[in-house]
């Protein structure tokens, strides 16, 4: 049935079927309003925990790219890329990839990073040892910076043009905010390693599983 404008105004339509053709109440829009407001208060600290249970990896993953990175540029330029891993700062740490020395120091790259209360890099947590293989020491354990040399030839040295090869591991602590006595990680499951082979500069990921650590592409 087609009705009219003048059906409408004259009032000929059942009081039902004009309370329907006038759209939502106040009423529905306000409980709409709640539920969704309901729905977001509880998606909120899941989202959190989901977002901070995976910042360890999300930083795992940018130091890797950050290193091939570097890797290649040495191989395009010809020249040697210096990546510096500072942890001298807790609250503050970070990446600097940067053309090493020289005239050619033209390249600056600088990369923050979560502060130590969120992803320590600095230590082994408790529960946990070196991947193996390769069993390389953790590089940072003996300084606050772990300077890498990504050479042209596609090695990565010291400050000595000695080939280097270090397992970092990056894990989150389990007091906010950390005691950097306190060596208890969060999750064991959350623990990551990215070990550097220096003759090749080849890169290995590494993701425990709460026993031990299983290589990763």
């Known amino acids: 049935m087609i009705m ?3 059906d409408i ?27 969704l407001g309901i729905l977001t208060a509880i998606s909120i600290p899941y989202l959190y925990q989901y977002k901070k249970a995976y910042k360890t990896e999300d930083q795992a993953i940018k ?42 120091n033209i390249l600056d790259k600088t990369i923050p990073m979560e502060t130590s209360s969120e992803v320590r890099m600095d230590v082994a947590p ?4 070196v991947p193996t293989p390769p069993n390389y020491p953790i590089r940072t354990a003996t300084g606050a910076v772990w300077t890498l040399l990504f050479k042209s030839d ?12 270090g397992t ?12 950097p006595v ?23 990921y590494w993701r425990h599983n709460g026993t031990t650590f299983l290589a990763s592409q």
């Open 4 to 6: 009219s404008h003048s």
């Open 9 to 35: 105004e004259s009032g000929r339509i059942d009081p039902t079927r004009r309370k329907r053709m006038s759209g939502f109440s106040m009423i529905e829009l306000i409980v709409v309003f709640v539920v």
């Open 63 to 104: 130091i890797m790219d950050l290193m091939r990175e570097a890797s290649q540029l040495a191989l395009t330029k010809r020249r040697t890329i210096r990546l510096d891993i500072d942890l001298s700062n807790a609250g503050s740490p970070f990446v600097r990839m940067r053309d090493n020395g020289g005239a050619t």
């Open 126 to 129: 408790t529960g946990v040892t």
């Open 154 to 165: 596609g090695s990565v040295v010291n400050a000595a043009d000695i080939p280097i090869s």
């Open 168 to 179: 970092l591991l990056l894990w989150p602590p389990q007091k906010v905010p950390y005691d």
């Open 182 to 204: 306190d060596l208890t990680p969060r999750q064991l499951t959350e623990v990551r390693a990215i070990t550097i082979f220096g003759g090749s500069g080849g890169i290995r």
